[in-house]
T-cell receptor, first 111, second 115 residues
Framework: QKEVEQDPGPLSVPEGAIVSLNCTYSNSAFQYFMWYRQYSRKGPELLMYTYSSGNKEDGRFTAQVDKSSKYISLFIRDSQPSDSATYLCVAGYSSASKIIFGSGTRLSIRP | EAGVTQFPSHSVIEKGQTVTLRCDPISGHDNLYWYRRVMGKEIKFLLHFVKESKQDESGMPNNRFLAERTGGTYSTLKVQPAELEDSGVYFC?????????????FGPGTRLTVT
């Protein structure tokens, strides 16, 4: 079983729509949860970061973590074509620096 | 500020040959990580340097892989001899702190193809 599971997509939505990306994880030891965004032929870049359970909002992006259900979400409001990328759900431990990636969800925003 | 750079961007070698990948972290970042993504799989951790010391090498697949970071600046990852299953994209990342949850800055990756 993968430690972080994501639906690989692809997911295609029209510009302006609200996008919901989700993943689940299996390891209760994870304390840090992140969303990285990766454009084609580029390296991942940190988009959102959450410690333990809770919500975090940054502009059009909202990240949610529910540790009781081991469920992680990313919401994108007023989606733009520039949001088209692969979104990687990532988890980390409190005792180590290495991070564990999901397989990523490919998102396409149609103009 | 220059980001993490990796060289080469793409390498095609034959099975049994040797390849060396290079990573230059962001200046001042003591922490350097190697990850790789093989076809159809998720990005997986290989190892973590703090300066020139290997902090965690639990993700290294086997002894055909050798990572070094002499002087605590750039790092190399050597694969010798390369096998077909080594094909994939190798990412390097760096961070200022080694605290859990710290932001890691990734390079663009080296795409390795073993034929």
């Amino acid at each position: 079983q993968k430690e972080v599971e994501q639906d690989p997509g692809p997911l295609s939505v029209p510009e302006g729509a609200i996008v919901s990306l989700n993943c689940t994880y299996s390891n209760s030891a994870f304390q840090y949860f992140m969303w990285y965004r990766q454009y084609s032929r580029k390296g991942p870049e940190l988009l959102m970061y959450t410690y333990s359970s809770g919500n975090k909002e940054d502009g059009r992006f909202t990240a949610q973590v529910d540790k009781s259900s081991k469920y992680i979400s990313l919401f994108i409001r007023d989606s733009q074509p520039s949001d088209s990328a692969t979104y990687l759900c990532v988890a980390g431990y409190s005792s180590a620096s290495k991070i564990i990636f999901g397989s990523g969800t490919r998102l396409s925003i149609r103009p | 500020e220059a980001g993490v750079t990796q060289f080469p961007s793409h390498s095609v070698i034959e099975k049994g040959q040797t390849v060396t990948l290079r990573c230059d972290p962001i200046s001042g970042h003591d922490n350097l990580y190697w990850y790789r993504r093989v076809m159809g799989k998720e990005i997986k951790f290989l190892l973590h340097f703090v300066k020139e010391s290997k902090q965690d090498e639990s993700g290294m697949p086997n002894n055909r892989f050798l990572a070094e970071r002499t002087g605590g600046t750039y790092s190399t990852l050597k694969v010798q001899p390369a096998e077909l299953e080594d094909s994939g994209v190798y990412f390097c990342a760096s961070s200022h702190d080694s605290l859990a949850g710290n932001e890691q800055y990734f390079g663009p990756g080296t795409r390795l193809t073993v034929t």
